[in-house]
Structure formats: structure tokens, C-alpha cells
């Protein structure tokens, strides 16, 4: 049997645990709960909601005065929210209180003049929100590569999905400041914490294991980015979202098996996955 360590801070952070419970009071408290779009980036804690009756409307027109919808943690884009508002029965707004920060930086660096970049995932709900809350020019970059080839501009002003490298922010903030004419470039340190820790201590258990597991939603981005961060130091990395996912060919040979998960993933699952690894390992 393989040892199985968990983690530090692997799973649900501070955030999506608030969002999570104002959805589950909003269920007790309001009839015809809905979440817009799906309230965090996992389809197992989005079937449980199901589960109880909490639909997932991804579509503005699917909203009608009987509902009450809750705004994800990721957060919605200014004229989504004002839309949902004008439609829905009530609006309770279920978005991180970091992922607002991002949105309230990129709104005063492009009230105050700077061209904004973004750096982030274009197709990202939280990348789409950020940007509406810009009423001047904005850059989505989400590489050094796609940094270097933004134009030269008076000044910018330089914000990060939540989500984001620490490290791979730093080396793209570097090459913003020299498209700068005046020098002036204002960077706001909008990467969450959770995300921080999350990954130092993924990072650091992935370097001392046989296997590392990552558990999370395929469509989450925090996950898939613990995912790369492990492969990079442990080849034997695999992406999950349930224990139906671990076969013995991952396992082979394996004396440790380390186990992290992202923001997103609740706590039942990174259980149900060490217990299996546990009873299935030889
Ligand atoms: S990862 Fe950070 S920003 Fe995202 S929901 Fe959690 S606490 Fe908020």
C-alpha cells in the first residue's frame, strides 16, 4: 500500500466556501434558486446543487422574474450583473471578494488614463469580467510572448486574474515596462493568495513523490494550472476529477502518492480519492 499524502491547502478556499454557502442559504431562504453559470468549476459540487434544486442558467434570456440568481464566484461582467438585476426576481452576488478587487483596479487604472493589460485566459469568466469593468483601451495578454508584441503606449497599467503565476506575472509585468514611453507603469498584485499557498505547497510535495494526483474540474483553471506546475517536477502527474479516474497503471510502483486539488474541488472528493488509493494501491 502506497503512503498517500495530502496537500496543505488543497481544496475548497476561502471564496468558493463563501459561495457556497450563500448558495445553500439562499436555498432555504428563497424559492427558485439559480446560479448564473455554474457557481465554481466543478461539475460534481454543480450535480449536488442539482441535486437540491439549484439550476445553472448560463443564458441572460433563461432568466425570468420568478428566480432568484446568484452571481458565480468568479463574478459577472458589468452589463451581465446590470441585466440579471433588471430581470431576476433578486440578485445575490456570490463573487469573490479578490476577484472584485481585480475588477475595481482595472476600473480605476483605465479611469486614470492607463492602457490596461490584463493578463489572463481570454475565454475566462473572470478574464470577460475584469474586462467590462474597462472603459478605456485594454490588452489581454497571457504570456510573455503576447506581452512583447503589445505597442508602445504613454503608460500602462497592469492587472492579474486572480488565478495567475506569481512568477510568470512578474516576467510579463518586466517586459509591460518597456512599452512604456513615460516609464509609468502602475501593477496591481491582484493574484489571490489561496492560489499562492495552494501551489508553494503542491509544488513542494510534487518534488518528493512517486505520484502526484491533481483533483479538480476539467474546466477549471486553477486546477489545470497545479496540474502544469507538478508535471514540471514530477513527470508521474495526473489530472483527475473523481477517484473512477485512478487506474493501477498510475499507480504502478508508486511507494508515495501525493494529492492536491484546486479551489473548486470540495473536500469529499480528495477523500473519497486518498481512501481509494488507499484501499486499491499494492
Ligand atoms: S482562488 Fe482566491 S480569488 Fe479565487 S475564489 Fe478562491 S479565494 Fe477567491
Not at 440579471?84 to 488614463?113: I, Y
Not at 493578463?119 to 474586462?131: F, K, L, N, T, Y
Amino acid at each position: 500500500m502506497p503512503k498517500v499524502t495530502i496537500a496543505d491547502c488543497a481544496g475548497f478556499c476561502f471564496g468558493v466556501e463563501r459561495a457556497i454557502k450563500l448558495v445553500y442559504d439562499a436555498r432555504k431562504n428563497h424559492d427558485n434558486v439559480v446560479t448564473f453559470g455554474p457557481i465554481i468549476h466543478n461539475p460534481q459540487a454543480v450535480s449536488d446543487l442539482e441535486s437540491m434544486g439549484v439550476f445553472v442558467k448560463n443564458s441572460i434570456g433563461d432568466i425570468t422574474s420568478a428566480m432568484t440568481a446568484v452571481i458565480r464566484t468568479h463574478g459577472a461582467s458589468k452589463d451581465d450583473a446590470a441585466q440579471l438585476n433588471a430581470r431576476a426576481h433578486s440578485v445575490l452576488d456570490a463573487t469573490c471578494p479578490f476577484v472584485k478587487k481585480v475588477q475595481s483596479a482595472a476600473q480605476e487604472l483605465s479611469k486614470a488614463g492607463y492602457s490596461v493589460v490584463v493578463v489572463g485566459e481570454a475565454d475566462h469568466p473572470e478574464v470577460h469580467g475584469i474586462i467590462s469593468y474597462i472603459d478605456g483601451e485594454y490588452f489581454n495578454v497571457v504570456s510573455v510572448e503576447e506581452a512583447e508584441k503589445l505597442p508602445e503606449r504613454d503608460k500602462y497599467g497592469v492587472v492579474a486574474q486572480t488565478t495567475q503565476n506569481g512568477k510568470a506575472y512578474d516576467e510579463i509585468v518586466s517586459v509591460v515596462k518597456t512599452k512604456a514611453i513615460s516609464a509609468d507603469v502602475s501593477v496591481a498584485y491582484t493574484i489571490c493568495n489561496a492560489t499562492h499557498n495552494r501551489q508553494a505547497a503542491a509544488l513542494e510535495l510534487a518534488k518528493h513523490v512517486d505520484v502526484m494526483i491533481i483533483v479538480g474540474g476539467r474546466n477549471s483553471a486553477n486546477t489545470t494550472r497545479l496540474y502544469q506546475l507538478c508535471k514540471a517536477v514530477c513527470e508521474r502527474t495526473y489530472h483527475i476529477e473523481t477517484k473512477a479516474e485512478v487506474s493501477s497503471v498510475m499507480m504502478a510502483d508508486a511507494a508515495h502518492v501525493g494529492i492536491s486539488a484546486g479551489a473548486s474541488t470540495p473536500n469529499f472528493i480528495v477523500s473519497q480519492v486518498k481512501d481509494y488509493i488507499l484501499e486499491n494501491g499494492k
